[in-house]
């Protein structure tokens, strides 16, 4: 039985700072919602509202069907894990984790079972009866997990609670959070900055920018149809590469023209793409033109592309399994990402050298300049 939570226009002022303005969410039963956004764009704000930490200055917040603003923190029913997970240190891992149920005066038999189930599900309990200081980090990370969820709570709050582990165990541990929230199922909002954590862990990802809601959807959803240029250069990595792009016509015929100069090799299909987009529109308009580093083909090979553009390689970065290229064209500078080092590359003297890019039609992104919103078209009616 999981709880829905529906957040109506919350808005949270710190004397002229604004941390919140008109934040609306909701959370389905169940769902393991991800808070992504950079730093100070109000996530911690937002979930200590939820949980009853910090008064909102307006909105409301119901959790199921009841409004909960005024109710204090326990009677809320939620269990949050902070980033700095306090353990009791003087306390061994059973009496931490047994802690929520004895304040709340629950029989000692109901606390071993229930501690026993929690220990089992989190695979410490063999660390039952040594003291926080005798754990590793990771450890600590999962006695404090169970102290949230040995509750059994409504809602489950977690506030980058991975941040203070190496990259070995956030890898380890984003999967077992996860795994664990869908065997209890209670919903969750858990907050970090790590795209790649939400990406990984989200069953919809909710991106904030100062204060804002940028975009609610499923991972699947922000990458490949990002509402906003912000979104769209928070997730994924390398960042997606932005053009400034101008488009005009003389005597019926479509002018594009990408970072100052004019795109001669375009094919019927991008005309076309550029066509649905601007028919409406008043000529000239401006366009900011989003192409991710995966999808760009070095080489312009023409088969598969529609737009080629000369550039001038600048730097090569080597990641292992993949490679990082920077270009340039004109003002701007590309990231390409490629898994193998493209043959039309000099190895030796890479450099500096003159190369060809190219990009499908339907990997470009098309944002309005200067608002940066989103423009689609239907993609069906092009051939
Ligand atoms: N108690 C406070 N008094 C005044 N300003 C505050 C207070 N708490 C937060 N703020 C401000 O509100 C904004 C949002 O802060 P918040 O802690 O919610 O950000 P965050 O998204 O959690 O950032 P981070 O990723 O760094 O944890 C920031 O500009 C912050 O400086
Ligand atoms: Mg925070």
Do not use: W
């Not at 304040?103 to 039952?128: A, F």
């Not at 987009?277 to 989003?290: C, D, Q, S, W």
């Amino acid at each position: 039985m999981s709880t829905r939570i529906r957040i109506e226009n919350l808005t949270k002022n710190y004397g002229r700072v604004s941390a919140l303005d008109n934040f609306s969410l909701e959370v389905d039963p169940g769902e393991f919602m991800v808070l992504l956004g950079p730093s100070g764009c109000g996530k911690t704000t937002a979930v200590r509202c939820i949980a009853g930490l910090s008064d909102p200055s307006s909105g409301a917040i119901y959790i199921g069907d009841q409004l909960v603003n005024g109710l204090p923190p326990r009677d809320r029913d939620i269990a949050m894990v902070f980033q700095n997970y306090a353990l009791y240190p003087h306390m061994s891992v059973y009496d931490n984790i047994a802690f929520p149920l004895k304040m709340r005066k629950e029989s000692k038999g109901n606390i071993r079972d229930k501690v026993e189930k929690i220990s089992k599900l989190l695979e410490i309990s063999q660390l039952i009866d040594r003291k926080p200081k005798e754990l590793s980090g990771g450890q600590m990370q999962r006695v404090a997990l169970g102290r949230a969820l040995v509750r059994e709570p409504k809602v489950f709050l977690m506030d980058e609670p991975l941040s203070n582990l190496d990259a070995k165990m956030r890898a380890y541990m984003r999967t077992e959070i996860k795994k664990l929230q869908k065997k209890v199922g209670i919903t969750t909002i858990y907050i970090t900055h790590d795209q790649i954590e939400a990406m990984s862990m989200a069953d919809r990802i909710a991106i904030m920018d100062r204060g804002l809601i940028q975009q609610v959807g499923t991972p699947q959803e922000v990458y490949s149809k990002p509402s906003n240029t912000f979104v769209a250069g928070f997730i994924g990595s390398p960042p997606m590469n932005f053009l400034e792009c101008e488009v005009s016509h003389s005597n019926s015929h479509l002018h594009i023209e990408i970072s100052g100069s004019l795109v001669k090799s375009a094919s019927d299909a991008l005309r076309k793409v550029f066509d649905r987009l601007y028919r409406k529109e008043e000529l000239p308009a401006k366009v900011t033109i989003g192409i991710r580093p995966r999808d760009i083909i070095i080489g312009g090979d023409r088969l598969h592309s529609d737009l080629i553009m000369e550039c001038v390689l600048s730097f090569i970065e080597m990641l292992g399994d993949d490679t990082v290229l920077e270009v340039n064209i004109g003002k701007n500078s590309m990231k390409v990402l490629t898994s193998s080092m493209p043959t039309v590359i000099q190895q030796d003297t890479p450099v500096d050298q003159h190369v060809l890019i190219g990009i499908s039609h339907e990997k470009l992104h098309f944002f309005t300049s200067p608002t940066g919103i989103r423009r689609e078209y239907v993609a069906d009616e092009i051939p």
